[in-house]
C-alpha cells in the first residue's frame, strides 16, 4: 500500500488570475487520480510566510520568496506569472521621479513580494512599509504613504482613483534585461513522492490548458475574484491575459533566465542571504 498522501491543499490568492489558472482542478473537472483536492484562498505574503512551515503541499510563492525556501520548496514548470513588459506599479499621488523617491516612504504588499524586490532593485534607498495589498492605493490617496507599489488588479484601476504611475516596475525590468519580470510561480514541496510531484504537475499543466481553451467558461469563474473589475469584464479579461499566457503554460528557456537574473540580482543588492539556483521540477 502505498504511503503518499491522497489530501492534497492547493493554496492561491483570491485574485482572478489565479482562480483562473486553477479553475479545472479545484473545481472538480480534473479526474485528480485518486488525490483529494482541499483549496485554499490566502493573501500572498499569507502563503510566503506559511511555506516557511511547509504548510501547502503545492503553493503560490513569490518568485522572491522562493529564494528564502528552496530548501523546502521546487518550483513547478507551469504557473509561472510573468510581468512581460508590465508589472507592479509604483503610484502616488502626483508625478515623481525616481530620485524623489530616494528616502521617501513607499508601501508594499509584503516583505517577501516580487513587488517588494522589483522596487529595491529599481530604488535601494526607499523606506518600504508593509501595507495589506488591497489598502495601498487608499494609503497612497490618503497621503499616510509617499507612494505604494500595487499588484493584482490595482495595476489597471490606480488611475480610477486619481493616482499617477511613478513606474511600472516591468516596464523598467524589460528595459534593464531585454526579459519578463518574474513575479509569482507554484512550489511543490521537495519532500513529496516524486511520482506525486510528477502527477500534480500534470494536473496543474491540465488546468492550465483547460482554462486558456475554455476562456469563457473559465473567465466566467474568476471574475468572482476581480476585485474592482467585477463589472467590467473587458479589463478582467485584459488582466487574466497579462497574468496566465504561454509563459504560465511552461516557464521556457527564457523564463527560466528570467528567474534566474532576477535572484541573482537580488543577492547582488543584498536582499537575498545568499546566492540561489532556481530549481523547476520536471
Given at each position: 500500500m502505498?504511503?503518499?498522501p491522497t489530501v492534497i491543499h492547493i493554496a492561491h490568492s483570491p485574485d482572478s488570475d489565479d482562480a483562473f489558472m486553477f479553475y479545472a482542478l479545484t473545481q472538480g473537472l480534473l479526474d485528480t487520480e485518486g488525490l483529494e483536492i482541499r483549496h485554499v484562498l490566502s493573501d500572498i505574503e499569507s502563503l510566503n510566510r506559511a511555506a516557511f512551515e511547509g504548510t501547502y503541499e503545492l503553493t503560490a510563492l513569490s518568485i522572491h520568496a522562493y529564494a528564502h525556501l528552496a530548501d523546502k520548496y521546487v518550483l513547478m514548470s507551469s504557473g509561472a506569472s510573468f510581468g512581460d513588459g508590465y508589472g507592479p506599479v509604483v503610484v502616488a499621488q502626483e508625478p515623481l521621479s525616481r530620485e524623489e523617491l530616494a528616502?521617501?516612504?513607499?508601501?508594499?504588499?509584503?516583505?517577501?513580494?516580487?513587488?517588494?524586490?522589483?522596487?529595491?532593485l529599481w530604488q535601494p534607498e526607499v523606506q518600504a512599509i508593509v501595507v495589506p495589498f488591497d489598502q495601498i492605493m487608499d494609503r497612497v490617496a490618503a497621503g499616510e504613504v509617499t507612494a505604494g507599489a500595487v499588484i493584482h488588479e490595482g495595476q489597471l484601476t490606480f488611475a480610477d482613483e486619481g493616482l499617477?504611475?511613478?513606474?511600472?516596475?516591468?516596464?523598467?525590468?524589460?528595459?534593464?534585461?531585454?526579459?519578463?519580470?518574474?513575479?509569482?510561480?507554484?512550489?511543490?514541496?521537495?519532500?513529496?513522492?516524486?511520482?506525486?510531484?510528477?502527477?500534480?504537475g500534470r494536473l496543474l499543466r491540465q488546468s492550465i490548458?483547460?482554462?486558456?481553451?475554455?476562456?469563457?467558461?473559465?473567465?466566467?469563474?474568476?471574475?468572482?475574484?476581480?476585485?474592482?473589475?467585477?463589472?467590467?469584464?473587458?479589463?478582467?479579461?485584459?488582466?487574466?491575459?497579462m497574468y496566465v499566457n504561454e509563459?504560465?503554460?511552461?516557464?521556457?528557456?527564457?523564463?527560466?533566465?528570467?528567474v534566474q537574473e532576477f535572484l541573482d540580482r537580488g543577492f547582488e543588492?543584498?536582499?537575498?542571504?545568499e546566492r540561489v539556483e532556481a530549481e523547476f521540477d520536471e
Open positions: 502505498s504511503d503518499e528616502g521617501m516612504t513607499v508601501a508594499i504588499p509584503g516583505e517577501l513580494t516580487s513587488a517588494h524586490l522589483a522596487l529595491r499617477h504611475a511613478v513606474e511600472d516596475l516591468g516596464v523598467w525590468w524589460k528595459g534593464e534585461t531585454g526579459g519578463p519580470l518574474p513575479l509569482g510561480g507554484n512550489g511543490i514541496r521537495r519532500d513529496l513522492d516524486p511520482a506525486l510531484r510528477r502527477r500534480l490548458d483547460y482554462a486558456l481553451d475554455h476562456r469563457q467558461e473559465a473567465m466566467g469563474f474568476a471574475t468572482r475574484y476581480a476585485r474592482g473589475l467585477e463589472d467590467d469584464p473587458v479589463r478582467s479579461d485584459r488582466f487574466v491575459g509563459w504560465t503554460r511552461d516557464y521556457g528557456a527564457a523564463g527560466r533566465r528570467a543588492v543584498g536582499m537575498l542571504p
